[in-house]
């Protein structure tokens, strides 16, 4: 297929181009069939008056006659001194007639069988081809004639070809002044499009700091440029938060990774006198927490392509929550959980139970002796209740906490194997289950953090067994020396 250069293809028009094109079209057609209506409408009208005064003409010719004489010539109309009239008789005889047609033939007759006068051989050279002739049956002193009146239409068909002809000069002059009333009118329309255009093409994925320019009009331009605004706003996070996320992950990665790695070089640098089952056990702690983070950011990826709500189901948050907390190593500590009997919600149970165990390991991690659960419903909600007392957290760090690989200051070592992810995990998976998370004041003291998701009451209630594996119908609790510490 041969293809032309850029400088010989036909270019397209732009929005500004067709929108003239057919606007000017549209109102040029608007106009002229306006007008044309108008002139239709005015003509009728003239033509159902000249029919009036002749029809009132012939009945002035009617009355003139009541003694049963014809008055010779009959006289003129009052209302249209270029009417002629003639009066016949059954037969065609003409009994009476206006000045000019006096001596005549009759120029017209009426037939029985018609209402419209039918034009004679004698008319040819007499009554001009352009006239308007209304023919009317009467009865004058007992007999029966026909009273035919006409007068001149030149002048409607001379005001036929002045319209015709002012309207063929009108029409380019009608198009071009809609074009350029359109054309101006578009480009103002499309001034602002046109600087939101600009401001899109400087704006680069290197910085979605920058915003398009708002006309403050209440209009679709200005809800384009708001929505853009919104987008870029979106855009600029998501932006930020895979770059935050791309650095802390690299770096959380280099850690597990530089420490495998110095293991085996000291090894492999004294190979007969390192002690390898030390570097081997050092290496697989390594490997261990290497691969709960790579878990934790699939988790995440996930969550970032709103893919932790998948697969829902009827879930019981009691059942589940007593297989969180019977399968959490206590380290000496005393673990309560209150529910209420039937505590359900719609969801993903394996997400659910990652959402618990992250905020109850977290709990465990800094309680001094106890972490109480509570959990109940409401109408339109399941609240779930985690308290513990250790230190608590301070209120200018509580949304912090869900932001990704953040520690507060007590738990920035890594000796605690801790990445920083688990409550970021933990608020995803409410998210996307349209629940929430939050840390509130705990009236003991230490911290109490609540998560609430939306209550599936309007299914049958499931027992313990549909979720989580049978268990026991009462809450557990966890001895002090019950577990160990969490990894």
């Avoid at 009728?44 to 005064?53: I, K, L, Y």
């Avoid at 006409?150 to 001379?158: A, I, K, R």
Wanted: charged share 20%; glycine share 6%.
């Amino acid at each position: 297929m041969i293809r032309l250069p850029a400088r010989f293809r036909p270019r397209r028009s732009t929005l500004r181009a067709r929108v003239t094109v057919v606007a000017s079209l549209a109102i040029t057609a608007a106009v002229v069939l306006g007008v044309l209506l108008m002139y239709l409408l005015q003509m009728s009208a003239v033509r159902r008056t000249v029919d009036g005064q002749l029809r009132t003409y012939a009945t002035q010719i009617a009355q003139s006659a009541a003694t049963g004489r014809w008055p010779t010539p009959l006289p003129q109309s009052s209302l249209d001194s270029n009417a002629e009239a003639q009066v016949l008789a059954p037969d065609g005889q003409v009994l009476a007639a206006t000045r000019t047609l006096v001596g005549l033939p009759a120029v017209y007759r009426l037939p029985v069988d018609l209402d419209t006068p039918v034009r004679q051989k004698a008319a040819d050279g007499v009554i001009p081809g352009e006239v308007r002739v209304i023919g009317l049956r009467t009865t004058v002193d007992g007999r029966p004639v026909a009273i035919i009146t006409g007068t001149s239409t030149g002048l409607l068909n001379q005001v036929n070809s002045e319209f015709v002809r002012h309207l063929l000069i009108g029409l380019p002059i009608i198009l071009v002044l809609a074009a350029a009333g359109v054309w101006l009118v578009v480009g103002r329309a499309l001034r602002p499009v046109e600087r939101i255009r600009r401001a899109v093409t400087d704006i680069t994925s290197a910085d979605l700091s920058q915003r398009v320019p708002e006309p403050g009009t209440a209009d679709e331009i200005g809800h384009l440029a708001h929505t853009m605004n919104d987008m870029l706003t979106r855009l600029n996070d998501a932006a930020q938060r895979q770059r935050r996320f791309v650095a802390d992950a690299s770096h959380e990665l280099r850690s597990p990774l530089a420490a495998i790695r110095t293991t085996l070089e000291v090894g492999l640098a004294h190979p007969d006198r390192a002690p390898w089952p030390t570097i081997a056990e050092r290496a697989t702690a390594q490997t261990t927490q290497l691969e709960g983070l790579i878990q934790q950011l699939l988790v995440l990826a996930k969550a970032d392509e709103q893919q932790l709500s998948a697969q829902q189901q009827r879930v019981d948050v009691g059942a589940l929550l007593r297989d969180v907390v019977a399968n959490t190593p206590a380290h000496r500590l005393e673990i309560d959980l209150d529910t209420a009997p039937v505590v359900d919600t719609l969801g993903n149970p394996d997400h659910l139970q990652r959402l618990f165990r992250n905020i109850i390991d977290n709990a465990v991690r800094y309680a001094h002796r106890r972490v109480h659960i509570t959990a109940t419903t409401t109408v339109d909600s399941v609240q779930v209740e985690i308290d513990d007392d250790g230190p608590g957290i301070p209120p200018a760090d509580r949304q912090r906490v869900f932001d990704r690989f953040v520690r507060l200051d007590s738990s920035r070592e890594r000796n605690t194997g801790t990445t920083g992810l688990g409550l970021a995990i933990a608020h995803e998976i409410a998210l996307t289950h349209h629940g929430h998370i939050a840390i509130v004041d705990n009236p003991t003291g230490g911290a109490r953090v609540v998560v609430t998701l939306p209550n599936a009451s309007s299914g049958p209630p499931l027992t313990a067994h549909s979720v989580a594996g049978p268990e026991s119908a009462q809450p557990p609790k966890r001895s002090p020396n019950q577990g160990d510490a969490p990894t």
